[in-house]
């Protein structure tokens, strides 16, 4: 079954505080980047939840929907060897990635 739900949404952006208020499992929501206000107005929806109806608020657009898939990896890793194990391996290729003294 499900352990996290990842919701995207923009405008108003009710569907991630929509989902959280009929679930008790973790909502994640990413704001999308509107034309109007670049996302900002998406980000403001899905952070001003009301007390009880918590939604876990990441960054507008492709880095936030990046980060929620691997935050949403390391909340099922509690609980799930494997998925901690790919997780870990993802967080030491991207490590080694780096350059450890910049070039040129």
């Known amino acids: 079954g499900f352990k996290v739900i990842?919701?995207?949404?923009g405008g108003a952006a009710h569907l991630p505080g929509m989902t959280a208020s009929m679930t008790?499992?973790?909502?994640?929501?990413v704001p999308v980047q509107s034309k109007a206000l670049k996302g900002l107005?998406?980000?403001?929806?899905?952070?001003?939840?009301p007390k009880g109806v918590p939604?876990?608020?990441?960054?507008?657009?492709?880095?936030g929907a990046a980060n929620a898939g691997l935050l949403a990896a390391s909340i099922v890793a509690l609980e799930d060897?494997?998925?901690a194990a790919r997780l870990d391996?993802?967080?030491?290729?991207?490590?080694e990635s780096v350059a450890q003294a910049p070039e040129g």
Do not use: K, Y
């Not at 939604?55 to 880095?63: Q, Y």
């Not at 391996?89 to 490590?95: M, V």
């Open 41 to 49: 107005d998406s980000l403001l929806s899905i952070v001003q939840m």
């Open 55 to 63: 939604v876990g608020t990441l960054a507008i657009g492709e880095p």
């Open 24 to 29: 008790p499992l973790p909502v994640l929501g």
């Open 81 to 83: 060897e494997g998925v």
């Open 6 to 9: 990842i919701a995207g949404a």
């Open 89 to 95: 391996d993802f967080r030491r290729s991207q490590t």
